[in-house]
């Protein structure tokens, strides 16, 4: 029997079944999947088809037919528009339950593991105003008011915003009033069309437990008239704000920071307490945007390791030592690998802060250091990119064979691709998968896999 041609802009009626990883609600019927935004299971909704597929096609909302008991009033009046957040529709516990299926889909489907040892996803303590940092594209309305805030879903168009709901809440005041500031100085924004203007973004940052807080301008080039008596009113303005900078990008690019940043006015850099230690974090530095969840998913791992004092410890794509540094204090020898030599410049500095001795780190590219240790670790921790690892790592595991892998993951795919590999031929085996909550509102869902040699 043939199906149904489906077209283009066709109305359709859909019952939501699932949610996929990227966030959208999942609906099947004739034998094809329909993906629809701002949906979720249990919902019955009538679709418009936006691309078709021979398989499965894209739909948008048009009318709730039957709603979910697991949708929810978002806390966000531009929800509906903004690409920022996925969930704000769907009530907190499912969008636990949803992570967690998501992590069990993808390690059966893509990793081939019958069964895997998923445990609940470590909830947030607050699914809202938890963001340590936000980074907002800049805008002219059509009257050419200056404009911040996210894409609105699969466009290019500026939602802006005065405030947000997941981001730190003290960050409101400085996002609502920057936006006043840039107006006042009369700084051209950046148009990413015709490659003009100058100011192309405002990144606010600030430590969750000191309430230290950065300001950075992403602009196209340096010459930005009366930045210096702007960044001075600013720190004069925010008792809290301890710095300001410039970050220049000049490439057309998506891409947010540009290769190099200079420090404005005040300090480069806001003291964060992370783990008991203290840690120096500059506007460019990747440092993960929950501080509490993401102690917490540290505590899992320490809990987990058992660590006795005598191991030797190697942390692949190290970052400023996050992660590193408070597992050093547990082990007799840790190293930190590092691509970029900006984070391992702090990552030294931050163990120099924290005195913590027994502990090396080293610039390189990851598949390029770990085949030339020539120390036999007895753990070794992966936290790479969304991208997962490249093969050369896999493969120098594979042959070095160390006791134990720890595997953190933010994107699920490239963990359960590579977690596959790492465990054929029965070479390693997992013993337990800690899911985390470090994005609540989202789709993203951080991944914990402890893996122990056969």
Same mark, same amino acid.
């Given at each position: 029997?043939?199906?149904?041609?489906?077209?283009?802009?066709?109305?359709?009626?859909?019952?939501?079944?699932?949610?996929?990883?990227?966030?959208?609600?999942?609906?099947?019927?004739?034998?094809?999947?329909?993906?629809?935004?701002?949906?979720?299971?249990?919902?019955?909704?009538?679709?418009?088809?936006?691309?078709?597929?021979?398989?499965?096609?894209?739909?948008?909302?048009?009318?709730?037919?039957?709603?979910?008991?697991?949708?929810?009033?978002?806390?966000?009046?531009?929800?509906?528009?903004?690409?920022?957040?996925?969930?704000?529709?769907?009530?907190?516990?499912?969008?636990?339950?949803?992570?967690?299926?998501?992590?069990?889909?993808?390690?059966?489907?893509?990793?081939?593991?019958?069964?895997?040892?998923?445990?609940?996803?470590?909830?947030?303590?607050?699914?809202?105003?938890?963001?340590?940092?936000?980074?907002?594209?800049?805008?002219?309305?059509?009257?050419?008011?200056?404009?911040?805030?996210?894409?609105?879903?699969?466009?290019?168009?500026?939602?802006?915003?005065?405030?947000?709901?997941?981001?730190?809440?003290?960050?409101?005041?400085?996002?609502?009033?920057?936006?006043?500031?840039?107006?006042?100085?009369?700084?051209?924004?950046?148009?990413?069309?015709?490659?003009?203007?100058?100011?192309?973004?405002?990144?606010?940052?600030?430590?969750?437990?000191?309430?230290?807080?950065?300001?950075?301008?992403?602009?196209?080039?340096?010459?930005?008239?009366?930045?210096?008596?702007?960044?001075?009113?600013?720190?004069?303005?925010?008792?809290?704000?301890?710095?300001?900078?410039?970050?220049?990008?000049?490439?057309?690019?998506?891409?947010?920071?540009?290769?190099?940043?200079?420090?404005?006015?005040?300090?480069?850099?806001?003291?964060?307490?992370?783990?008991? @230690?203290?840690? =120096? %974090? &500059?506007?460019? $530095?990747?440092?993960? +945007?929950?501080? *509490?969840?993401? #102690?917490?998913?540290?505590?899992?791992?320490?809990?987990?390791?058992?660590?006795?004092?005598?191991?030797?410890?190697?942390?692949?794509?190290?970052?400023?030592?996050?992660?590193?540094?408070? @597992?050093?204090? =547990? %082990? &007799?020898?840790? $190293?930190?690998?590092? +691509?970029?030599? *900006?984070?391992? #410049?702090?990552?030294?500095?931050?163990?120099?802060?924290?005195?913590?001795?027994?502990?090396?780190?080293?610039?390189?590219?990851?598949?390029?250091?770990?085949?030339?240790?020539?120390?036999?670790?007895?753990?070794?921790?992966?936290?790479?990119?969304?991208?997962?690892?490249?093969?050369?790592?896999?493969?120098?595991?594979?042959?070095?064979?160390?006791?134990?892998?720890?595997?953190?993951?933010?994107?699920?795919?490239?963990?359960?691709?590579?977690?596959?590999?790492?465990?054929?031929?029965?070479?390693?085996?997992?013993?337990?998968?800690?899911?985390?909550?470090?994005?609540?509102?989202?789709?993203?869902?951080?991944?914990?896999?402890?893996?122990?040699?056969?």
């Amino acid at each position: 029997m043939s199906k149904t041609v489906w077209q283009q802009g066709e109305l359709i009626e859909v019952a939501i079944t699932d949610l996929s990883d990227a966030g959208d609600g999942v609906g099947r019927t004739d034998e094809r999947v329909v993906f629809v935004p701002d949906t979720v299971s249990g919902d019955r909704a009538l679709v418009r088809l936006v691309h078709v597929k021979p398989n499965y096609a894209h739909g948008k909302l048009i009318q709730l037919l039957q709603s979910s008991p697991h949708r929810i009033r978002p806390s966000c009046i531009v929800a509906d528009k903004c690409g920022g957040c996925q969930w704000q529709h769907i009530d907190y516990e499912y969008q636990l339950e949803a992570k967690r299926n998501q992590v069990i889909q993808a390690l059966e489907h893509i990793g081939g593991f019958l069964k895997p040892p998923v445990d609940p996803v470590l909830a947030a303590p607050s699914p809202l105003g938890y963001r340590n940092k936000a980074t907002y594209p800049l805008g002219t309305s059509h009257t050419g008011q200056v404009q911040a805030g996210y894409y609105e879903k699969g466009s290019h168009q500026l939602i802006n915003l005065n405030q947000c709901p997941v981001q730190d809440p003290r960050l409101n005041p400085l996002l609502l009033e920057a936006k006043q500031d840039i107006q006042k100085q009369g700084w051209q924004i950046y148009n990413e069309q015709r490659h003009t203007g100058l100011v192309r973004h405002l990144s606010l940052r600030i430590g969750r437990r000191t309430g230290e807080m950065l300001l950075t301008l992403v602009v196209k080039d340096w010459n930005l008239p009366l930045i210096q008596h702007q960044a001075q009113e600013w720190l004069k303005r925010y008792p809290q704000l301890v710095g300001v900078s410039l970050n220049c990008n000049s490439h057309r690019t998506n891409a947010i920071f540009g290769p190099q940043t200079r420090c404005i006015a005040g300090l480069s850099y806001l003291r964060e307490q992370f783990a008991g @230690l203290e840690f =120096q %974090v &500059r506007p460019d $530095t990747f440092f993960q +945007v929950y501080t *509490e969840t993401a #102690e917490a998913l540290l505590k899992v791992i320490q809990s987990e390791l058992n660590l006795q004092g005598n191991e030797v410890l190697i942390d692949t794509y190290c970052g400023i030592g996050t992660l590193t540094l408070p @597992l050093a204090k =547990q %082990v &007799r020898l840790a $190293t930190g690998l590092e +691509v970029q030599p *900006e984070a391992v #410049e702090q990552a030294i500095l931050n163990a120099q802060i924290n005195h913590i001795n027994n502990v090396t780190f080293i610039t390189g590219a990851v598949e390029k250091l770990l085949h030339k240790m020539d120390m036999t670790p007895d753990i070794v921790l992966l936290d790479p990119p969304r991208k997962g690892c490249d093969r050369a790592v896999i493969d120098t595991l594979l042959q070095s064979k160390p006791p134990r892998i720890v595997y953190v993951s933010c994107k699920v795919a490239t963990l359960a691709r590579d977690l596959r590999l790492l465990c054929q031929n029965g070479m390693y085996t997992i013993t337990r998968i800690q899911p985390a909550d470090f994005f609540p509102e989202t789709a993203h869902v951080e991944t914990a896999a402890f893996l122990v040699r056969v």
